[in-house]
């Protein structure tokens, strides 16, 4: 079976179109790793026409994260700005192009949507 | 801020220390190294033979360079100091100090020098809520270097410190011996950095572009900044001195957010808001807009970029929305915090719009209106389809998530500032009048928008129809007629909050109040009971929330003085906006330059001097630009086609001015004027502006 995050690389290449990445023209690389495996994807994206391959390449900017994050991000459970604050993903190259690219990621929708709960909550100097 | 305390900074990386350039913080005080909201060094303490040292003089040199003269003796007029110590401190995507001692004996000397340094990383916000830290501090000695480290999962945030001259290091910091010949010298360099360790130890903040020899460049860059902007002559000295110093700290709040391509934009203030607001990026952009107009092209590009694209309770994120407030520490990490980025703004939004279309007006770049098209539509698609809670046509808000979310998501954002002239605070939703103006101007202005340059007449007729009819309701709405002014809010019920504020003089910038209703709100304006002599107060003495020193409740702030003053030339009362722009200056003046965020709301015949507001935030960025925009105001520059025109109406006192080289579509303009308008003249402890003997020793 697919993971959320195959689907949505499939879906976003049947779109075709992005008006609202009309005004981008960049290559944006997805490092997805799993264990000790890992996934590349390239999103071409010009005036909007988006393109996307499997595998590596030239790229503006280069986004790497663990499989089970970016699973959460593409079904708009994860906030991917906190993701990166946390050190959890991180963004190469050009940041700017990345912020207009997350328009491609679905919204974190109110009514699934919950703030990220962390798993320790210890104060202790080591 | 608490006085004495020492400010050195870049961008969003500045240093606060006592007035020898130690650092001890308390869990609660804002003093340190930070950077992206997070205190990289809570300690920084030098001492000579185990004693700390004697502060001789503090030279802030640069925003980003503060020079320290210390003597290693008590301060004491019978005692010759042996030793002196300078420090030289510079701030630059990180922390930078040459240590120099100099021996002023004819003996040789051995001291021990040493500096203590320990890190806390507090996020900015557990230092405003005296919030306890959950995640694991390490420390570790390597190669001469002292790593101290936070780590919570993930998040890791690291502070590299190095010395180029030899020394024991431990975990608590550095320890030199030195022998020091007669007369002799010693240096070194400290060196702190700050890093943000993400996946693989790739850094999250983009890496430094400036390398070793920042500080001259540094230097360069923030004489270029001066030199790009139009020369003042002026024969009021004061008024030279406050405009060098709002461009200086323009440039030093300039700073460059981590997803923008290298860009800088207004950073909000000094110690708790050096990031990205959307509001206070906007009016600070306005405000410079004929000084430095690539600051709102920044501004336009980063908010378009970051607009609002779903429904996010937790952020109240809506689509089309403009961003509140962007932060980097651990709360936001987290998400215990919103601000990733959080948009609970009534106010940015149609703002954007504003801001867009006066960029236009002044600079001609039509391009970047072409691109940020479908932003633009989306602000104003939003002011309809998610801003209007009430359903009546009005902007309202509401917190979504109570706990987190703002209260109060207009420029007044303390939980008293709306309230009705009894006392009593509204319920929720609240439509403040403010934002009715704004709203009206943005689709005024994206009408032209529509119709000049994105080819789209029917959707322009639309929203000046939509514009016109908004207009026409919320002068019957909001207007109290048997008190003249309009209300300062909706509440739930469409009730009117009736409280008298200053917000009535962002209506008349706006261009939502009616012609036969102007002169009672001017009245208003500049009678005694919103007109402290500095300013007018953001609420008026008389309403039962009225406190001189309450934050949004009777304080004078600068920012809003100036739109007023820009509202009142708007509706053709120039004189008005001259006595607006005296006050105010005479007060920067006071402040050698540089206008607080707030000061006291008393009258000025009580205190001759204005009253600081206590925490008020300095250098506060729409502070820093109101002496900008009273500039344009009084010099009455308005962009008309590829022209601008310039109809001075200066105090008296103020003698000629010469704005040269404007920047604009026009090329580069000079606009010149002389003090003839009469303010009045009131107890002063120096001359002031609406003295005219001044004006006479100069002329006559």
């Not at chain 2, 995507?93 to 002023?104: F, I, P, Q, S």
């Not at chain 2, 690291?158 to 020394?167: H, L, N, R």
């Not at chain 2, 709002?246 to 460059?256: E, G, I, K, P």
């Not at chain 2, 959707?459 to 002014?485: M, P, V």
Request: glycine content about 10%; overall charge negative; proline content about 5%.
């Amino acid at each position: 079976m697919a993971t959320p995050t195959e689907e949505f690389f499939d879906e976003l290449g049947r779109r075709g179109h992005e008006p609202r990445l009309e005004r981008i023209t960049a290559t944006v690389r997805f490092n997805i790793t799993d264990g000790g495996h890992a996934s590349h994807w390239r999103v071409e994206i010009d005036k909007g026409d988006l393109h996307v391959t499997r595998g590596s390449g030239k790229s503006c900017c280069g986004i790497c994260a663990d499989r089970a994050l970016f699973d959460g991000i593409v079904t708009g459970e994860v906030n991917a700005i906190a993701a990166m604050l946390r050190g959890a993903l991180s963004v190469d190259g050009d940041r700017e192009t990345w912020v207009v690219v997350q328009r491609l990621l679905p919204g974190p929708c109110s009514h699934r949507r919950r703030p990220f709960v962390t798993q320790n909550a210890v104060g202790e100097r080591s | 801020m608490t006085d004495g305390l020492v400010q050195t900074l870049d961008g969003n990386t500045f240093v606060v220390s006592d007035p020898q350039g130690d650092i001890e913080a308390s869990f609660t005080e804002p003093t340190g190294l930070f950077s992206y909201d997070t205190r990289f060094l809570s300690t920084w303490a030098l001492t000579v033979d185990g004693r700390r040292l004697t502060m001789l003089s503090t030279d802030d040199l640069e925003y980003y360079e503060t020079r320290f003269f210390l003597v290693a003796a008590p301060s004491s007029v019978y005692v010759d100091a042996k030793q002196s110590v300078i420090r030289q401190r510079t701030v630059c995507d990180g922390l930078h100090e040459r240590l120099t001692v100099l021996n002023h004996q004819e003996q040789p000397v051995d001291l021990a020098i040493r500096v203590e340094a320990a890190a806390d990383f507090a996020d900015l916000f557990e230092i405003k809520d005296n919030l306890a830290k959950k995640g694991k501090y390490y420390t570790r000695v390597d190669d001469g270097r002292l790593l101290l480290g936070y780590e919570r999962e993930t998040f890791r945030r690291e502070t590299m410190i190095s010395t180029t001259a030899p020394a024991q290091v431990d975990e608590h910091g550095l320890s030199f011996d030195v022998r020091l010949q007669p007369h002799g010298k010693w240096t070194t360099e400290l060196h702190v950095t700050p890093a943000s360790p993400g996946v693989g130890g790739r850094s999250l903040m983009p890496k430094p572009s400036r390398g070793a020899t920042a500080p001259t460049k540094m230097r360069g860059d923030l004489e270029k900044w001066i030199g790009r902007a139009p020369r003042l002559e002026c024969d009021w000295e004061s008024l030279q001195a406050t405009y060098r110093r709002s461009l200086v700290d323009l440039a030093a709040l300039r700073f460059s957010p981590v997803l923008a391509g290298g860009n800088s934009l207004p950073a909000a203030g000094l110690p708790w808001f050096m990031t990205m607001f959307g509001r206070d990026s906007i009016l600070t952009s306005l405000q410079a807009l004929p000084f430095a107009p690539e600051l709102a092209a920044t501004t336009l590009r980063v908010l378009g970029d970051w607009q609002g694209r779903c429904v996010d309770d937790f952020r109240d994120e809506d689509p089309g929305r403009i961003l509140h407030e962007m932060r980097y520490g651990e709360l936001t990490a987290f998400e215990e915090r919103p601000q990733s980025p959080y948009y609970g703004t009534a106010d940015a939004t149609p703002l954007y719009v504003v801001l867009l279309d006066e960029y236009e007006r002044w600079t001609g770049d039509a391009d970047l209106v072409r691109q940020f098209e479908l932003e633009a539509r989306a602000a104003l698609g939003w002011i309809d389809e998610y801003a209007d809670l009430m359903g009546n046509g009005y902007i309202a808000y509401q917190p979504r998530e109570p706990e987190t979310g703002l209260e109060n998501q207009c420029w007044k954002d303390s939980w008293d500032s709306i309230s009705y002239h009894d006392g009593r605070l509204p319920g929720f939703p609240r439509a403040t009048c403010e934002l009715q103006g704004y709203a009206y101007d943005a689709k005024k202005r994206g009408a032209r928008l529509a119709r000049e340059i994105w080819n789209d007449p029917e959707y322009a007729d639309r929203l000046d129809a939509d514009a016109d009819a908004c207009k026409r309701r919320f002068n019957q709405d909001y207007w109290i007629s048997d008190r003249q002014h309009y209300a300062l809010a909706l509440d739930a019920d469409g009730s009117q909050v009736d409280a008298l504020a200053s917000n009535n003089g962002h209506l008349l910038w706006s261009g939502i109040v009616d012609d036969d209703k102007a002169g009672a709100v001017v009245g208003h304006l500049l009678g005694r009971a919103l007109f402290s002599g500095w300013g007018v107060r953001t609420l008026a003495q008389g309403e039962a929330r009225f406190n001189p020193v309450g934050y949004h409740v009777g304080t004078v702030w600068p920012f809003d003085n100036s739109f007023i003053a820009w509202g009142l030339r708007r509706y053709g009362y120039k004189e008005e906006a001259a006595r607006l722009a005296a006050g105010m200056l005479d007060a920067a003046e006071f402040f050698e330059g540089r206008l607080p965020e707030a000061f006291a709301g008393y009258d000025r015949a009580l205190t001759r001097y204005p009253v600081q507001y206590p925490t008020a935030c300095s250098p506060q960025a729409w502070s820093t630009g109101t002496p900008l925009l009273l500039l344009r105001t009084m010099l009455g520059l308005e962009p008309l086609g590829d022209h601008l025109v310039v109809d001075p109406a200066l105090p008296v006192g103020i003698g000629r001015i010469e704005l040269l080289d404007i920047p604009g579509r026009w090329g580069h303009i000079d606009a010149f004027g002389r003090g003839r308008v009469e303010v009045a003249s009131r107890p002063r402890l120096r001359r002031q502006l609406g003295d005219p003997v001044r004006e006479k020793s100069k002329f006559v």
